[in-house]
Nanobody, 128 residues
Framework: VQLQASGGGLVQAGGSLRLSCAAS????????MGWFRQAPGKEREFVAA????????NYSDFVKGRFTISRDDAKNTVYLQMNSVKPEDTAVYYC??????????????????????WGQGTLVTVSS
């Protein structure tokens, strides 16, 4: 499966942005999906994940209450709605897919090494 992230750009602090991750090659309805980010000079970190059929979602503490992950399997697309953005949200955002739709451990979704497919990143820059 190929993943294409888009929607990044420049936004002012307090503003909103919606990222999209479009999949091609096959359907992602049977895949749990995640968003990660990497800021300059920092390691990649987990942002959010959504299980198959959107049964469950996971968020990192620093985006909880501000970001929302969702999926539209009919469009083969996963979204990340970013509200109340902060300058520290500036990073390249990546979407990724797991091989299975569900995992018993919520921690499993947060580890980048567990993901099998990655898209190219989209840059989000938040100005203060």
């Amino acid at each position: 499966v190929q993943l294409q992230a888009s929607g990044g750009g420049l936004v002012q602090a307090g503003g909103s942005l919606r990222l999209s991750c479009a999949a091609s090659g096959r359907t992602i309805s049977a895949n749990a999906m995640g968003w990660f980010r990497q800021a300059p000079g920092k390691e990649r970190e987990f942002v959010a994940a959504i299980s198959g059929s959107a049964v469950s979602t996971n968020y990192s503490d620093f985006v909880k209450g501000r970001f929302t992950i969702s999926r539209d399997d009919a469009k083969n697309t996963v979204y990340l709605q970013m509200n109340s953005v902060k300058p520290e949200d500036t990073a390249v955002y990546y979407c990724a897919a797991l091989k299975s739709p569900y995992y018993s451990s919520s921690r499993y979704y947060t580890r980048g090494q567990n993901y099998d497919y990655w898209g190219q990143g989209t840059l989000v820059t938040v100005s203060s």
